[in-house]
DNA sequence: CCAAAAGTGTTGTCCCTACACCCATGC
DNA sequence: GCATGGGTGTAGGGACAACACTTTTGG
């Protein structure tokens, strides 16, 4: 803290989130189409500023969050991931934004946008691309988010909030493969994340949707950090 | 981004910097003391309120860690931690906190404080002890501080930038040992260190100085990423 | 010679990869 | 029956913990 008696200058605090899910067979990402200057027209993460005095960042995060998919925090993983105050990033002056990594279900019913223009669910790798351009310097932040997730899903159990309630193993397995975007050996992955203390609950029900033998149907467990730790495949070091 | 008319709220920005170090035995924090309200005549993390329209969020933590310990970026790390905004954290209005977390060896010369009070280093467990108070909610930046360096240093080689530029294998085991509070096998840790690849490079020199049989002296290395992983040793799952 | 600290060997266990193989459904 | 995906078995290798042991200094 400044020992200083000159005036505080004073900054906009922006919540921006950048919202993964796995839909399609691709890690895709919520993206808002900007309705007002400045990048009019080009898509953004979606977020605000932080508009009310007695408002926690974490608390605003999660009312956007709610906003744009009608999801509350029993339902997805919500976490602050970096904040973001490079001079200039924001033409209007100087903006610093606090950005939080959401992890959410491929939602049955399309999202209904609070006061956000149209929503799109756009996949990762497209967003990654070096043709595609977005606001501000929210093409950055969707790599670093892409990149935390892709961590993230080794120590922890957070790749079941990109299921439905009820999931199979394969369906949690391939979710692994779509966010690593490497092939998983089914017959290691099934053992190593049953064999996971609290990790899965077998709910008892089996499920036919993926055709051949019914496979059992589990829920997540209280556990949250999976150990040992689901590595990717070896890469060169 | 808000697309709403109104006028964008505006709060202080401050960069606080949780400054680590082992030193005497013991993981240390680099705390001020506070010259005026408030919390005058508590202790606090070092920091300022963002003063330059220019200036980046790292580089106004660099400075500031240059004031404060006089180490530029080549002999630290340092890195944004977790931004801290709960209403109410400061009593003169809405100050937002974007912490960082450094890690530097011992000083041998004591830091020369730029504009700050008297600035100590405080081991890190007396801070969290529930009897000592800091100022603001810099106790539980330090909490998490702490953790974010125990956990760091599993996967990580940044445990070398505790150790003076030259250090020897048994030096290095020691923070793990004091950052960790645990002691770890002196054979193994030996083995497993030196065997990574790109982690350590001897110096060639030796050095007795710890009494013994010389040990050899060697320097970090150019990888970041510790491969295998230091783990800790095993609790309760 | 003795204490102290550095560095090397060894052994059993766990986990991981890589496969082969059987099981239960829809058609 | 046959295709399709679910789930189990097994063997080899690498990493790890827990040890004993040798090496090289100072006193």
Redesign the pocket.
């Known amino acids: 803290m400044s020992d200083r008696t000159r005036p505080i200058p004073t900054v906009a605090i922006a919540v921006d989130l950048a919202v993964l899910t796995v839909r399609d067979g691709s890690l895709q990402v919520l993206l808002v189409e900007r309705g007002i200057e400045p990048w009019r027209g080009l898509q953004a993460l979606p977020g605000g500023f932080l508009d009310d005095e007695e408002e926690d960042l974490d608390t605003a995060a999660a009312r956007e969050l709610a906003e744009e998919t009608g999801l509350d925090l029993d339902q997805v993983h919500l976490e602050q991931m970096r904040t973001y105050g490079t001079p200039g990033r924001d033409p209007r002056g100087r903006v610093v934004a606090v950005c939080y990594l959401a992890f959410i279900p491929d939602l049955p019913s399309p999202h209904a946008g609070g006061d956000a223009q149209a929503a799109a669910w756009v996949p990762a790798q497209t967003v990654l691309e070096p043709g595609t351009r977005l606001a501000f310097d929210h093409k950055r932040i969707v790599a670093d988010a892409v990149e935390r997730a892709r961590s993230k899903i080794e120590y922890t159990t957070l790749a079941t909030r990109f299921c439905p309630p009820e999931f199979?193993?394969?369906e949690l397995r391939q979710v692994y493969e779509i966010v690593w975007g490497e092939p998983l050996?089914?017959?290691?992955f099934?053992?190593?994340i049953?064999g996971a203390e609290g990790v899965l609950v077998p709910t008892g029900e089996?499920t036919?949707r993926?055709?051949?033998?019914?496979?059992?149907l589990f829920r997540a467990g209280p556990v949250t950090t999976l150990h040992?730790?689901m590595?990717r495949?070896?890469r060169a070091w």
Chains 1, 2 share one sequence.
């Not at 993926?210 to 059992?216: D, H």
């Open positions: 199979t193993v394969a050996d089914q017959r290691n099934h053992r190593k049953t089996q036919t993926q055709g051949g033998r019914p496979a059992g040992p730790a590595l495949p070896t």
